[in-house]
């Protein structure tokens, strides 16, 4: 029997904590209409700001960022988007398929402003308006920061529980403590098939926090279930799986100019990452495919995914 804080007495712990939304000191401190997506007050809050003729900015690129443009472009809003990297979620997909999801939202009217570096906001007669380093300033009714998040591990690191961005867990989610566990935006794992990573999806944090339990009660049997998510922009939708950060190599299947195309990602010797655009006989293909060796015929686009695995 162990106590936590204020005394009460554990087995086992279970650490939930999640992340919170990065904010930026200069939208926070001036006055000006800014958002951050976390909450369904949040959402609901933003749903009656997507209005037709709105002027909305969004500082973020990623796939809160880009979504939140979908959903403003299809209510009649009209959207910039600032992003510092050279293409939206360029970190997370590459140059190619990155290239695929900007080529997207400029077709449906977005401003996309690549590379583009913020050095200030200010309040205007209810307005934000965004300073932008060599370019014109945007104003907008609403400015959306959407720049990640961060996990809530300050309890743990105080506890004396080894962090590093997040809580050190290893494959069965127990923490540097064996007596504690981690689950979900909090829990760096190291994954027996992609190695050490931390997944910030509400999928994970489901499936996460139901291992950990049966863990916890008994169970020695590792997390191994793919990270997961999907996203719906416009008229593409797009499932992935996996962890393609770090890849050697791209193997695409299909047209990616029809945006019907299924994408596998190679790091070292194996797939780490499967995706598919508008295909959606693909994703338990794929599911099967992540973590099979990088073989000749994995490269080969002319073999169905269906024989890969």
Known sequence: MRLGAGGLPYDRLLLATGATPRHLAMADTSGAPVLHLRTLDDALALRDRLTEG?????????????EVASAARQRGASVTVLESASLPLQRVLGDEIATVFADLHREHGVDLRLGASVTGVEHDDGK???????????????????????PNDRLAA?????????????????ASDPHVFAAGDLADQNHPVLGRIRVEHWD???????????VMLGGDEPYT????????????????VGHGAGYDDLVVRGD?????ASVLWLRGDR????MHLNDWDA???LRAVVGVGATDAVRDPSVPLADLA
Do not use: C, K, S
């Open 225 to 240: 279930r793919l990270p997961y998510f999907f996203t719906d922009q416009y008229d593409l939708g797009m499932e992935y």
């Open 204 to 214: 994970t944090a489901i499936h996460q926090g139901r291992h950990a339990a049966r």
């Open 54 to 66: 709105a002027r909305i900015a969004i500082i973020g690129a990623g796939w809160i960022g880009l």
């Open 283 to 285: 994703i338990e293909p």
């Open 271 to 274: 797939v780490v990452a499967g």
């Open 256 to 260: 990616l100019a029809a945006r019907q």
């Open 128 to 150: 934000a308006v965004v300073r932008v380093e060599d370019g014109e300033p945007v104003v907008a009714d609403l400015l959306v920061v959407a720049v990640g998040v961060t």
């Open 158 to 174: 105080d506890a004396g529980l080894a962090v590093d961005n997040g809580v050190l867990v290893d494959a069965r989610l127990r």
